[in-house]
T-cell receptor, first 113, second 116 residues
Framework: GENVEQHPSTLSVQEGDSAVIKCTYSDSASNYFPWYKQELGKRPQLIIDIRSNVGEKKDQRIAVTLNKTAKHFSLHITETQPEDSAVYFCAASKPGSARQLTFGSGTQLTVLP | DTAVSQTPKYLVTQMGNDKSIKCEQNLGHDTMYWYKQDSKKFLKIMFSYNNKELIINETVPNRFSPKSPDKAHLNLHINSLELGDSAVYFC???????????????FGPGTRLTVL
């Protein structure tokens, strides 16, 4: 089955700096890669996603890049703010009648004021 | 107005008991899921259910059984609860395949299960 590895497990940055979280996946059939943000005690919420037919996607301060050949994808957050502090999860899934997400192990991002 | 809801939010029970967690979505989605988040925050798929097709993650013990009375509901029943079942359980839903945004999964608020 699919295996998703995520690094780093913890990341501290100064407010205003950029943060980068990296993930690799094992199954070349995977074609959908979402990123979720989970604040303490809350549900995971989708912040951005990318499909295998594009290499990069941007939404304001958040961008995701995908390298299908190397089977890795990354989340980039620019101009970080304290409210960006949360656990971020990458995930991968394959086409099918019901997409089951395989999640990475999560990155605890702390933005220091 | 909550898109995906779960009850109860907290569940504390004794080992060996049987319990259920309910999930409802009002998004008109055909596909629903159950995920387990352990104490280390690791999120793992347990089941997905699409148009009466149940896809079971092979690592889930058969003490766990999903039940879907209709496409808006996917409940999780757990028999003979064990200490290791303590976790946060999240329900999620997504659009039918072929529709725009089909892949986006919307999560419920979670149910924190504690087995004593």
């Amino acid at each position: 089955g699919e295996n998703v590895e995520q690094h780093p497990s913890t990341l501290s940055v100064q407010e205003g700096d950029s943060a980068v979280i990296k993930c690799t996946y094992s199954d070349s059939a995977s074609n959908y890669f979402p990123w979720y943000k989970q604040e303490l005690g809350k549900r995971p919420q989708l912040i951005i996603d990318i499909r295998s037919n594009v290499g990069e996607k941007k939404d304001q301060r958040i961008a995701v890049t995908l390298n299908k050949t190397a089977k890795h994808f990354s989340l980039h957050i620019t101009e970080t703010q304290p409210e960006d502090s949360a656990v971020y999860f990458c995930a991968a899934s394959k086409p099918g009648s019901a997409r089951q997400l395989t999640f990475g192990s999560g990155t605890q991002l702390t933005v220091l004021p | 107005d909550t898109a995906v809801s779960q009850t109860p939010k907290y569940l504390v029970t004794q080992m060996g008991n049987d319990k259920s967690i309910k999930c409802e979505q009002n998004l008109g989605h055909d596909t629903m899921y159950w995920y387990k988040q352990d104490s280390k925050k690791f999120l793992k798929i347990m089941f997905s259910y699409n148009n009466k097709e149940l896809i079971i993650n092979e690592t889930v013990p058969n003490r766990f059984s999903p039940k879907s009375p209709d496409k808006a509901h996917l409940n999780l029943h757990i028999n003979s609860l064990e200490l290791g079942d303590s976790a946060v359980y999240f329900c999620a839903s997504s659009s039918p395949p072929g529709l725009a945004g089909e892949d986006t999964q919307y999560f419920g608020p979670g149910t924190r299960l504690t087995v004593l």
